[in-house]
Antibody, heavy 125, light 110 residues
Framework: QLQLQESGPGLVKPSETLSLTCTVS??????????WGWIRQPPGKGLEWIGS???????YYNPSLKSRVTISVDTSKNQFSLKLSSVTAADTAVYYC?????????????????WGKGTTVTVSS | QSVLTQPPSASGTPGQRVTISCSGS????????VYWYQQLPGTAPKLLIY???QRPSGVPDRFSGSKSGTSASLAISGLRSEDEADYYC???????????FGTGTKVTVL
C-alpha cells in the first residue's frame, strides 16, 4: 500500500527558505503513471495547490507561487522535495504531499489520490 | 483566492440528503473533470469522487457527484454523523495550467 510521509523543519524564520521532503514507500516514484505534488492549508483556511513534478523532472507550479517555488525529485531515494523561498507569516500552513494521477482520456485529468498526513510549518522569528 | 466557489456551510439531520454546489468557469469545470475531497477534522484530505462521478474503492455509494456546464455538485444521501467534515471540489484550470480547489464547505450533522 502506497504511503507518503512529509518531513522537515517545523519552524522557519521570515525571509528564509522552507524545505520539505516527501518519502514515498510501497511504490516507485519513477512510475510513468504519476506526478508527485504538494498542497498546503493555512490554519483554519482552505486547500491551496502548490505544484507537482514528474519523475523525469517536468513540473507544474501554482502561478501565484511560481517565483518562489522549486519542486525536485530524487528517484534514487524515492523522494521528492519542496523549496519555498522568502517566506512570510502567510506561508504558515500544514503542508501535504500527494500522489497525482494525470493524463488524457475524454478530458485532461489531474487529481491527488493518495495523501500524506501533513506536516505543520510555522514561519516566525 | 479560490477559483471555484462553494457555500461555506451545509447541514442536515441523520438520514437526510445534503447537496453541495461548486461553481467554476469554462476554463476549469467547463472543460475538465471535477473531483471532490473529504477532510475529516484534524486529518488529511481524502479523495471522495473523481472524474465527475466515480467513487474510489471503499467510498460508500451514499456519495455521488455530478457536473453540468460550469458547475458541479456533491450529494450525500442517508447523512450519517461520520460525514461531518469539510468538503472541497477541485478541477484543472486550462487558463492557469494549474489545479484549483473550491473554497470548501463544512457539513454539519444536526
Amino acid at each position: 500500500q502506497l504511503q507518503l510521509q512529509e518531513s522537515g523543519p517545523g519552524l522557519v524564520k521570515p525571509s528564509e527558505t522552507l524545505s520539505l521532503t516527501c518519502t514515498v514507500s510501497g511504490g516507485s516514484i519513477s512510475s510513468s503513471s504519476y506526478y508527485w505534488g504538494w498542497i498546503r492549508q493555512p490554519p483554519g483556511k482552505g486547500l491551496e495547490w502548490i505544484g507537482s513534478i514528474y519523475y523525469s523532472g517536468s513540473t507544474y507550479y501554482n502561478p501565484s507561487l511560481k517565483s518562489r517555488v522549486t519542486i525536485s525529485v530524487d528517484t534514487s531515494k524515492n523522494q521528492f522535495s519542496l523549496k519555498l523561498s522568502s517566506v512570510t507569516a502567510a506561508d504558515t500552513a500544514v503542508y501535504y504531499c500527494a500522489q497525482v494521477l494525470s493524463g488524457y482520456d475524454r478530458y485532461y485529468y489531474y487529481y491527488m489520490d493518495v495523501w500524506g498526513k501533513g506536516t505543520t510549518v510555522t514561519v516566525s522569528s | 483566492q479560490s477559483v471555484l466557489t462553494q457555500p461555506p456551510s451545509a447541514s442536515g439531520t441523520p438520514g437526510q440528503r445534503v447537496t453541495i454546489s461548486c461553481s467554476g468557469s469554462s476554463s476549469n469545470i467547463g472543460s475538465n473533470y471535477v473531483y471532490w475531497y473529504q477532510q475529516l477534522p484534524g486529518t488529511a484530505p481524502k479523495l471522495l469522487i473523481y472524474r465527475n462521478n466515480q467513487r474510489p474503492s471503499g467510498v460508500p455509494d451514499r456519495f455521488s457527484g455530478s457536473k453540468s456546464g460550469t458547475s458541479a455538485s456533491l450529494a450525500i444521501s442517508g447523512l450519517r454523523s461520520e460525514d461531518e467534515a469539510d468538503y472541497y471540489c477541485a478541477a484543472w484550470d486550462d487558463s492557469l495550467s494549474a489545479s484549483v480547489f473550491g473554497t470548501g464547505t463544512k457539513v454539519t450533522v444536526l
